[in-house]
């Protein structure tokens, strides 16, 4: 990193009718490992601007949009800010699913919600859910166990939609085991009455929701549970 300096990626993205594409996620990868560097999403008039360090090692900048083919492109290095021009992203043609090659994206932000395939976060083999926060770009935690994400406190912790408390009333982070999540959601924290009408929330606060992978659970989550209670 050059004394902290960051520099930024910037762009804009339109459909194949050259329409502006709101809403696409815009992430950078190392090359080396797909873990992520940073990422965002497209505002109204389809621009984003991703802020990184300098990075002398190749990364992959990508822009998923739904029913829209991923644009993708490589930077051997990163040293100095990059204005890229007009992306046009192809309309997904292909009908036989048997010819696409399904992969899933690491990141997608709709609307209020950014999540995360668990898979993609790099952690050791033995880590918990606390060690895959901590390896996520704009989540910070404190020796207090505060969380934040992109500034926002985090007030509601929630697994499979559930809340999850322990008896001091703070969530179990340390004992479960990362391998078990398949995703991981941030969104502002709602009140009743923006759950059921579907509001924006105007909540200065963040909700985690963990997605168990019921293939890797094998009945670890309802052994905690059985101690601590949803």
Partial sequence: MLNGQKFNIDGKVADFEKKPVENATVYLLKQQDSSIINYTSTNKEGR?????????????????????????????KIDQSISLE????????????EEV??????VKIKKDTIEFNANAIKVRPDSNIEELLKNISGVEIDNDGKITVNGKEVDQIMINGKPFFDKDGKIALKNLPADIIKNIQFTSTKTKEEELSGKTPKSENATINFTIDEKKNKGFLSRITAGYGF
């Fill in 101 to 106: 090659k399904i992969t899933v994206s690491p």
């Fill in 48 to 76: 984003f601007l991703l802020k990184t360090n300098e990075l002398n090692e190749p990364s992959i900048l990508k822009v998923d949009a739904d029913k829209l083919i991923s644009y993708s492109k490589k930077f051997e």
């Fill in 86 to 97: 007009n992306i046009q992203l192809d309309k997904n043609q292909i009908s036989d699913i």
